[in-house]
Every structure is written in C-alpha cells, then in structure tokens.
C-alpha cells in the first residue's frame, strides 16, 4: 500500500503479522522442501510453483481462513518473502493457480508426503508419542456436491459426501466425517484423514491404530478415545497387535449397572489419582479417585472407575433440586385434589397423575409417593 509518494522517494508499507512465526515453523519443518519433492513443477512455463501455492494456503490458514478467489488480496498485504513467496510472485497468486496446486497435491503420494512431515515434526520437536488421542467430528456441506460419490481418482478412494446421523442437527445436509490423532505431549497432529459423511465413529478405530502404527513403527503407544472404541472388535484388535488403548464403557452396558449395585453393597476404596487445581480462586480443587473393578470387561479387560469431587458436588446439587421439584409437584397435586373442580375421580387416575407429576421434573428416581383413599362427609 503506497502512503507516500512525494518528493524522489516511494514509501510502501507490507505487513507481517504473525507470519514470521508461522515461517520459522514451516522452515523448521522444512515445508517447501517436502512440497517441492512430492509436487515438483511439470511444466516450464508454470509461473507460479504448486508447492509455492500451496505454502501460501498454509500460511493463509494458519491465520485467517481467506475463501480462494480472496487470496490474492490477502497475500498482496505482506511481504512475500513470509509467504515463501519470491520478488514479484504475490501477483502471481489467484484462486486458479491454487486450485491448480490443491489438484496437484491430491494426486501427489500425499501418505509419504504426511508421513515424512510428521516424523520430521516428530524428530525436530522431541515429540513424545507414548500416548495418541483420537477424536472424530462432521463437517457439515452445504452444497449438493453431485460428484462427491466416493468413487476412485487417479486410483485412490475418496470420501463419500453422504448424509448420516448429524451433530449439527441438519439431517439435510451431506457431510464429511473428519478424524484427528493427536499426541499428548502439547495435543500436536500426528495422523488425519477423512471418512464418508455415514460412516459410523466406532468403525473407524481400528484403521487409525493400523495407520499409526505403521506411521510410528511401533504399537505399544497408549491409544486414549471415547466410548466408540470400546467394542470387541476395537479393543481386540488393538490387543491383538500388542497395544494399549483407554476408553470409555457406555453407561448402556451392563458393567455400569453392576457396579452401581457393588458401591450400594459393599465399601469400596478409592485411591487419589490427580487433584487439578480449580478454575477460580477461593473453589476447592478438582479432586479424581480411582478404584479397580473387581471383574473385568464382558471383552475381558481391565476396568477402572474414575470419581470426580466436582462431579460429586454438581451429581449432590442436581440430585437435591430434582427432589425439591418432586416434592413441590406432589404439593401442587394434593392442592388439585382438595379443590371441588378436581377431575380426578379414581385412585388409578391419582396415582398417573402423581407419577407424571414427578417424572415431568426427574424426580421419580428420588421422589416416592403412596394413595391413600379415604371418605369425607360434607354437610
């Protein structure tokens, strides 16, 4: 942007922002490098590389999210060289030569060019992978994507836009499921791909853990994700290849009930396992106890009952404003029934009313009530 042009000299101005951070990671990550490797121009009178294109989208994402046909005024606000970018190659940039880029870098062997990335981010950041945390989640579309059929290109599979049980509550709209791996040493990416928009978050697991094992060279990593891993076929595969993995048991499964009847049975000793310290000042600190299942899994594993003293807390409160609710809501019934105009003529009809009294606040699990009929005589 031009501020001044007066007298022999032109001042421009060029911003920087956060991009010199950003460049000294791709740089230690040797970025251009890889993209340059796996996506090296084809052609001489390409003006503007497809690795170069593709560092720009990095950096753009990184910071701001531009759409594509935005790109080249977002990029023409810096200065190039934070953008990987030589003299006189920002004007280069535009939506067409990046989606050309984007094409190049789909039909690249972009599993080499991933697994090259995350060993060197692995190596040059001393990244600890003893332990892996995977999450799944939709990306939601709002186009109709009439080719997103899941079909081959250029002999590799492709996700299916499709339309599943949706998150976003938007059962019309096609989606994509995204699956993210990460480690737990600073929560940093290690593995990623992409899965068909009613692809079921328990399938997935055991095509992640091959994948990481492959990646990593090992299998005795901790693999921690939430109750859809804990299937038999999930948890012995995993088992199987000599692995570890922690998940969680769906209240569903008869394990819980269980062991909520062995709590009300039997004394049962909890061991502190970690204190977190609590979010404001003056709030004691999050307390978690563990204690062993005496039996394990219907799969035969090891299972651990973790208590939080917040949940406690929060689980004592809940608890005593549904039964103050119940208790109001039986009120407000027996006021009903002394009135002359009550419609409720038979036990029966008091007794299901009562019960839906209750049940309307959660209270029926706490709250418990008897009918007792009796005459009155009025004069």
């Known amino acids: 942007m031009t501020a001044s042009t007066q007298g022999p000299f032109r001042l421009e101005e060029e911003r920087l922002g956060a991009l010199p951070v950003v460049d000294h990671f791709c740089s230690r990550l040797g970025l251009a490098r890889l993209l340059d490797e796996y996506m090296p121009p084809t052609d001489r009178r390409m003006r503007l590389a497809p690795a170069k294109a593709i560092c720009v989208v990095i950096r753009n994402l990184a910071l701001s999210h531009q759409p594509l046909y935005s790109m080249n005024e977002w990029a023409a606000r810096f200065d190039p060289t934070v953008l990987g970018l030589g003299p006189g190659e920002v004007h280069l940039v535009n939506d067409d030569r990046i989606g050309r880029g984007l094409e190049r870098l789909f039909d690249a062997d972009r599993s080499s060019l991933l697994s090259r990335l995350v060993l060197d981010a692995v190596n040059a950041f001393a990244i600890d992978c003893t332990e892996m945390h995977n999450d799944s989640t939709l990306v939601r579309l709002t186009g109709a994507y009439p080719l997103a059929t899941g079909s081959p290109r250029g002999n590799k599979p492709t996700p299916a836009a499709a339309r599943g049980h949706s998150k976003?509550?938007?059962?019309?709209?096609?989606?994509?499921?995204?699956?993210?791996?990460?480690?737990?040493?600073?929560?940093?990416?290690?593995?990623?791909?992409?899965?068909?928009?009613?692809?079921?978050?328990?399938?997935?697991?055991?095509?992640?853990?091959?994948?990481?094992?492959?990646?990593?060279?090992?299998?005795?990593?901790?693999?921690?994700?939430?109750?859809?891993?804990?299937?038999?076929?999930?948890?012995?595969?995993?088992?199987?290849?000599?692995?570890?993995?922690?998940?969680?048991?769906?209240?569903?499964?008869?394990?819980?009930?269980?062991?909520?009847?062995?709590?009300?049975?039997?004394?049962?000793?909890?061991?502190?396992?970690?204190?977190?310290?609590?979010?404001?000042?003056?709030?004691?600190?999050?307390?978690?106890?563990?204690?062993?299942?005496?039996?394990?899994?219907?799969?035969?594993?090891?299972?651990?009952?973790?208590?939080?003293?917040?949940?406690?807390?929060?689980?004592?409160?809940?608890?005593?404003?549904?039964?103050?609710?119940?208790?109001?809501?039986?009120?407000?019934?027996?006021?009903?029934?002394?009135?002359?105009?009550?419609?409720?003529?038979?036990?029966?009809?008091?007794?299901?009313?009562?019960?839906?009294?209750?049940?309307?606040?959660?209270?029926?699990?706490?709250?418990?009530?008897?009918?007792?009929?009796?005459?009155?005589?009025?004069?």
């Open 168 to 379: 976003d509550f938007r059962p019309d709209l096609k989606q994509l499921v995204w699956i993210l791996t990460v480690s737990a040493d600073g929560a940093v990416p290690i593995a990623c791909r992409v899965a068909s928009g009613n692809a079921e978050d328990s399938t997935t697991h055991v095509a992640t853990w091959d994948g990481l094992c492959a990646l990593l060279g090992r299998s005795d990593f901790r693999y921690v994700a939430d109750c859809k891993l804990a299937t038999r076929m999930n948890m012995e595969h995993i088992d199987r290849g000599g692995g570890r993995f922690v998940t969680v048991l769906p209240a569903t499964r008869k394990e819980d009930g269980a062991f909520r009847r062995h709590l009300v049975d039997d004394d049962v000793t909890w061991t502190e396992a970690r204190r977190r310290p609590a979010r404001r000042i003056g709030d004691p600190a999050d307390v978690y106890s563990t204690t062993e299942v005496p039996w394990p899994s219907a799969e035969g594993f090891r299972a651990i009952w973790v208590r939080s003293s917040h949940k406690v807390d929060r689980d004592a409160e809940a608890r005593s404003n549904q039964i103050a609710a119940g208790v109001a809501a039986l009120d407000e019934l027996n006021q009903k029934l002394a009135s002359n105009r009550c419609r409720l003529k038979t036990k029966v009809a008091v007794q299901k009313a009562g019960d839906e009294a209750v049940g309307s606040v959660g209270a029926a699990r706490w709250v418990g009530f008897s009918v007792e009929e009796y005459e009155e005589v009025r004069g």
